[in-house]
C-alpha cells in the first residue's frame, strides 16, 4: 500500500496553486469563457433562472464592441450547458438605461493608453464588483493600472446606490480580447452569486481593503507631513476611506438570498471590525476608531441638519459653488453630495464623506449648495 501512494504522489504530484480568479471560478469553467468563440450572432441578453435575484449590468458607451464580445463569450456556452445558467440576468446596457432590480454594473470606457485600467466606483457606492472585476483583471493581464474614481463617460444614475465599476482596454490588438473576458468572467460571477466562489471573495475583500487602505494611508502620511501630525482632513479621510471598506464588505449581502444567514452576518461585522486596525497601527491616532455616525464633532461652525429628499429618484444639481470650480469634476462633487443623502448623515457628515473622496470643501459652500436645494424644494431638514 506504501509503495502504491508513494507511486501515486510521484505520477500526479503536488496539485498546484491556484490563481486567485481560480478561487472564485473552478479553473474549468474559467478556461471555458476564456477560450469561447466571439462568432455568430449578436447576444445582448442572458436570461437568469431567478427573476427575482436581479440584474448585472454590462454598460457601453460610444463602443460597444467589449461588451458585445463579453456576452457572446457566456451566452453560447450557458445554451449548451458547458457552463450553468446565471441565477440573475446579464444584460448590456447603454448610459442612459438603468432597470430598477440592477445589483451591479460594470462599464466599458473608451480604449486608451497600454495598461488596461480599472477605475473604482464612488465611494458613496463602494460595492464588491470592484474587488471582482480586479481579480480578473489580474488573470488577464498581470499587470493592471487599478484607482480610485475619475470620469470617464460613467453613466450618473442619479441615486440609483448601483456599484458601478469601469475597465479602460489598452489601445492595443489584444486589448478588446483581454476586455471582453474580464467582462464575462466578472459580470458571470456576480451573476451567479451565492457560488462556490462566495468564501473566497470573503477572503479577497479582507485582503483588498487593506491593500486600498494602504493607498490612502500614503495620501494621509503625505498630507501630515515631516513631523507626522494628523490634522482633522487628514482623520476625516482616512476614517471615511475605513467606512467605504467596511459598505463594500457589507454589499456582499445584496447578493446572498434573504434573510441572510446570521452566521454570514456575524462573519461580515468581524470583517468590518477588523480593518479598523489600520487606523491605530499606523499611528494616525492612539483612539480607537469611531464611526462617523458615533462620533462627538465639538469642533465650531458645523451644520448637524440632516437633509431628507422631498421625492424619491435623483436631485437636479443646481449651479456649483465657486469653491468647487477649483476641482477637475465639480459636477461629480455635486452627485455624490446627493448620492450621500440618506436622512441621517448631517451636511457635516456628506460635506466629510465627499471631501475624503475628493479633496476638502469649504463647509460655508456645503452648507450654501444645501440651503439653495431646500429653496429649490429639492430637500428638507430636520
Known amino acids: 500500500m506504501k ?43 442572458i436570461q437568469g433562472s431567478d427573476a427575482g435575484a436581479g440584474e448585472i449590468a454590462v454598460v457601453c458607451g460610444a463602443d460597444c464592441e467589449p461588451a458585445e464580445w463579453a456576452l457572446k463569450k457566456l451566452g453560447p456556452a450557458v445554451r449548451a450547458k458547458q457552463i450553468p445558467q446565471p441565477a440573475r440576468t446579464i444584460r448590456i446596457v ?24 480599472v477605475i473604482r466606483g464612488l465611494w458613496s457606492t463602494a460595492g464588491i464588483a470592484d474587488e471582482v472585476v ?18 470617464v463617460g460613467q453613466p450618473r444614475w442619479e441615486q440609483s446606490g448601483v456599484p458601478i465599476t469601469t475597465i ?33 471573495l470573503l477572503s479577497h475583500l479582507t485582503v483588498g481593503a487593506h491593500a486600498r487602505l494602504a493607498e490612502d494611508g500614503r495620501k494621509a502620511v503625505a498630507q501630515m507631513g515631516n513631523q507626522q501630525r494628523a490634522g482633522a482632513e487628514v482623520l476625516i479621510m482616512f476614517g471615511q476611506a475605513i467606512e467605504r471598506e467596511q459598505r463594500r464588505m457589507q454589499s456582499f449581502e445584496r447578493f446572498m438570498p434573504a434573510p441572510v444567514d446570521p452566521m454570514l452576518h456575524s462573519r461580515i461585522l468581524e470583517m468590518q471590525k477588523g480593518i479598523t486596525s489600520v ?9 480607537p476608531f469611531v464611526p ?19 421625492k424619491p ?26 448620492n450621500f443623502i440618506d436622512g441621517k448623515r448631517s451636511i457635516s457628515d456628506i460635506r466629510d464623506a465627499v471631501s475624503a473622496e475628493f479633496g476638502a470643501l469649504p463647509l460655508p459652500s456645503v452648507v450654501d449648495y444645501f440651503e439653495r436645494l431646500g429653496k429649490s424644494g429639492a430637500v428638507t431638514f430636520k
Open 279 to 287: 487606523w491605530t497601527s499606523m499611528g494616525i491616532t492612539s483612539s
Open 94 to 117: 447603454t448610459v442612459e438605461m438603468l432597470r430598477g432590480n440592477t445589483r451591479a454594473a460594470i462599464f466599458v470606457g473608451p480604449s486608451k493608453g497600454q495598461t488596461l485600467q
Open 168 to 200: 479602460v482596454p489598452p489601445a492595443d490588438a489584444g486589448g478588446l480580447d483581454r476586455s471582453s473576458f474580464i467582462i464575462a468572467a466578472s459580470a458571470y460571477f456576480l451573476a451567479t452569486l451565492p457560488n462556490p466562489g462566495a468564501e473566497a
Open 134 to 151: 480586479e481579480v480578473f483583471a489580474r488573470q488577464a493581464v498581470g499587470m493592471i493600472d487599478a484607482r480610485g474614481y475619475e470620469s
Open 3 to 45: 509503495l502504491l501512494v508513494a507511486f501515486l504522489l510521484l505520477q500526479l504530484g503536488p496539485r498546484p496553486p491556484l490563481t486567485p480568479a481560480e478561487t472564485l471560478i473552478e479553473p474549468e469553467l474559467l478556461r471555458t469563457i476564456e477560450r469561447s468563440s466571439v462568432e455568430g450572432p449578436a447576444v445582448r441578453v
Open 292 to 310: 462617523a455616525a458615533e462620533r462627538i464633532r465639538g469642533r465650531g461652525g458645523e451644520d448637524l441638519r440632516v437633509p431628507v429628499k422631498t
Open 313 to 338: 429618484g435623483g436631485i437636479a444639481p443646481l449651479e456649483p459653488p465657486t469653491a468647487f470650480l477649483k476641482f477637475d469634476t465639480p459636477g461629480i462633487i455635486l452627485y455624490e453630495l446627493a
